[in-house]
């Protein structure tokens, strides 16, 4: 039983968590300035177009920042104790939060390089994680 | 008839011991009392009041929760300007500013801002998360310390990009200590090194426990009206409201423009200081949100008072302790006393009782020019008031 908090999918993010569960990572793409932006919205964050666009995510990219939990978000999170908490910027330019799998927290480092490491908690959601390329 | 011009007449903030009330109280009663304080401080009776703003994390539960609506049928007051406006801790600049606005434009003659706060008698304050709806769902699985772990990204990155130290941040909470030092109404008041700092515990790296702000009850009121009816009242010291701006540019972390640079903080301190006509050097005392002692490191940097990424080498050998060239954060701070929940309020409170000279071991001397800065959400709104005595 997954006791930690999960995303409440709604219709905006459904075939964002629904590419997930198919070990994909997608993005939107502005048809109009060509950046992508994450998480998805129905106007372009950059320019504000709404030419936007499913792509997929090489699922590469590196770590903008990090942090490592020493004390857990509650109760659910306590097992893990302690763990990374990063915030990526993928290659194709747009940020995300996520966590950092790693055996060894204290050998994390900004700039370095990761890919996605996907982890299904339910038969629902699958979390992007990351892990040392 | 001249321009109406706002002013502040009337501040309080109520007694804690061990930070809690010293009896205990439902978060209106707080607010009230706070109030009726403000305004005997004023000189303005409680039926005089025509304009009320508050920020709260209280409501009665429901859609909207309506904190304005539910005080001033609290209060028995009937408000023909209302700001319910809430952009976290930093709310209450923004509702200085607003009432600003409403007061020069004759919207209304006397406002009052409030805040109360019971979260450390009651035990209520929650730390496991945001529910995970909405752009929350991208943060809330994740599992980050809320709300340390936004500041701790915040500050890996500063100390990635500028070589920004532990040790330049533990330099505010002990500077910031000795100030509460000279408090009495100050939380905690013991000595503090910056090796105390350091062997605390790390609680989300690079933040230790001793780089957070405490966790209290408070209460607070400002009570605002015009030059003219300041006068008209015979009001001694009123505060000028020389400038304000107010910015904000995201909610969760992970779209935080830049996580080095406060960019909420840099758009408001430029509109209150264009505003006002004072440039940083012309500030006596300074008062800014310290949630984070990263908190202060970067709003110092976007204010202008030093340069982006020279903020650690800024606050280095205790230079905004008592005594020191940059007086700030002059009660004692959210770091040692009181931070509850939303502590905007009390940096305006400080302020007001500087200008006015009446802060006694810890009085600025000759201040005349206060800046106040508030920061709310995880660096989400940043909201600058620049006050002085003329």
């Known amino acids: ?133 | 008839m001249g321009k109406r011009e706002a002013v502040i007449v009337g501040v309080a903030d109520l007694p804690l011991k061990d930070g809690k009330v010293t009896a205990p109280m439902s978060v209106l009663q707080a607010q009230a009392l706070c109030a009726r304080d403000a305004l005997a401080d004023a000189g303005i009776a409680m039926r005089e009041v025509d304009g009320l703003l508050t920020a709260g994390m209280w409501g009665v539960p429901g859609p909207g929760q309506l904190a304005t609506v539910t005080l001033s049928e609290y209060l028995g007051i009937a408000p023909r300007f209302v700001d319910g406006t809430n952009i976290g801790g930093s709310a209450f600049e923004a509702h200085v500013a607003h009432a600003a606005t409403a007061l020069e434009a004759g919207r209304c003659e006397v406002a009052l801002v409030t805040y109360g706060s019971l979260q450390r008698s009651e035990a209520s304050r929650n730390l496991a998360g945001r529910p995970s709806v909405l752009t929350m769902q991208y943060e809330t699985p994740w599992g980050m310390p809320t709300p340390v772990g936004g500041y701790a990204l915040a500050a890996m990155r500063h100390m990635h990009e500028h070589g920004t130290t532990s040790q330049q941040l533990a330099e505010i909470a002990v500077a910031t200590r000795q100030w509460a030092a000279l408090n009495p109404a100050a939380t905690m008041r013991g000595p503090l090194s910056i090796d105390d700092v350091l062997a605390s515990p790390m609680i989300s790296d690079p933040l230790h426990l001793l780089d957070a702000c405490l966790v209290t009850d408070g209460g607070g009121a400002v009570v605002m009206t015009t030059a003219e009816h300041a006068r008209a009242i015979g009001h001694r010291k009123p505060v000028h409201v020389r400038g304000y701006g107010e910015a904000h540019t995201h909610w969760t972390i992970a779209a935080m423009p830049d996580l080095a640079r406060l960019t909420a903080a840099e758009i408001a301190g430029r509109e209150a200081f264009a505003m006002a006509g004072v440039r940083p050097d012309g500030i006596d005392v300074v008062e800014v949100y310290d949630s984070f002692t990263i908190t202060v490191l970067l709003t110092l940097e976007a204010l202008g008072f030093c340069k982006r990424g020279e903020g650690g080498a800024f606050v280095a050998n205790q230079r905004t302790a008592p005594g020191g060239a940059f007086p700030m954060n002059t009660n004692g701070g959210g770091l040692s006393y009181a931070h509850p929940g939303m502590y905007g309020i009390f940096l305006l409170i400080e302020a007001v009782r500087q200008l006015r000279g009446e802060c006694g071991p810890r009085q600025v001397q000759d201040a005349a020019t206060a800046l106040v800065h508030g920061t709310g959400g995880t660096l989400s709104s940043g909201a600058t008031c620049i006050l002085s005595t003329h």
């Not at chain 1, 330019?93 to 890919?115: C, F, K, L």
């Open chain 1, 1 to 133: 039983m997954y006791e930690k908090p999960l995303p409440v999918v709604d219709p905006e993010s459904a075939p964002y968590w629904a590419a997930l569960k198919e070990r994909r990572l997608i993005l939107k793409h502005c048809r109009d300035c060509g950046r992508h932006h994450f998480y998805p919205r129905a106007l372009c964050p950059h320019c504000h177009s709404d030419a936007l666009e499913w792509s997929d995510a090489r699922g590469t990219g590196s770590i903008y920042s990090y942090t490592v939990a020493r004390r857990p978000a509650g109760p659910a999170f306590k097992a893990d104790a302690p763990y990374v908490v990063a915030v990526v910027e993928l290659d194709e330019g747009a940020r995300m939060m996520t966590n950092i799998v790693t055996d060894d927290v204290e050998s994390v480092r900004i700039g370095q390089r990761v890919v996605v490491a996907f982890e299904a908690v339910t038969d629902e959601i699958t979390l992007p994680k990351f892990k040392a390329a």
